[in-house]
């Protein structure tokens, strides 16, 4: 069986490591008959210093679907449409909005200190912080609305207007996402892996992903994912043990399936 795990607040709470306690487990994923996938809203290279060197080298799974790597290797890649991004980096400069965009493995953006999720870019120092014009093709792009809110319904109406792009508006970080139409991590997950996977995920960019997994696991209380997922555990106090042996049981209840 598949075992599809999201990264941040599912596996890392501090959003520079993984418990060595929770790495040991997952280690043990083929013991049990499974293979372990990431499926991250990173980049690749956002993914590297986390999962460390041996992890790194299973399929994963970025930019919520707009890219896959294994064995340290480019497999997939799935670009923005140049009408979208374009209208997107136009409105950004006019209104002079912070964002951040990727293309397979560098980054480029304006203002992108009020990015929430800046201190998390390229910790390893591997990859290029290019000139927009500089950037290869664009994969995703990330829109901080939280100074202007007041902007976001009109920005939705015309990006969906242009109808080529995948929307998702997180309000607990009041960012808007754009990524490629029809690209979520579950639609990368069913392409690479099929519709018999298992899921572990804790936020909103994991409801498609629950809903096309063979069994969920929510992580947390995000009340947005909870009517998806089919167990879920509460963190009290230290989570990792709490998560290592939830995955350790999760593995033992699929074994042989």
Partial sequence: ?????????????????????????????????????FASARSYRDCLGLLGSELSQRLVIGLNGGEAYHLGKAIFERNLDARVYQALVD?????NLPFFVDDCF????????????????DPLKVARHQKLEDL?????????????????????GQLERLGQ?????????????????????????????????????????????FKTSLYSVQIGDFAGLTPYA???????GEPSPAVAAKILQTFAEFKGK
């Fill in 1 to 37: 069986m598949k075992f599809v795990f999201d990264l941040d607040g599912t596996l890392s709470f501090d959003y520079m490591t993984i418990d060595e306690e929770i790495q040991q487990v997952l280690l043990k994923a083929e013991d049990y008959g499974h293979e372990l996938v």
């Fill in 91 to 95: 409105y950004c400069q006019t209104y």
């Fill in 106 to 121: 560098d980054y480029s953006g304006q203002i992108v200190e009020k990015i929430p999720f800046i201190s998390s870019v």
């Fill in 136 to 156: 290869g093709t664009p994969i995703k792009v990330v829109v901080y609305m939280g100074d202007h809110e007041d902007l976001l319904d009109d920005l939705l």
């Fill in 165 to 209: 792009a995948h929307l998702s508006y997180h309000a607990h970080e009041k960012c808007l996402y754009v990524n490629p139409l029809d690209t979520h991590k579950a639609t990368t997950v069913e392409k690479l892996c099929g519709e018999n996977f298992i899921a572990f995920g804790n936020d909103q960019n994991d409801i498609e992903l």
């Fill in 230 to 236: 089919d167990d879920t555990l509460e963190l009290k």
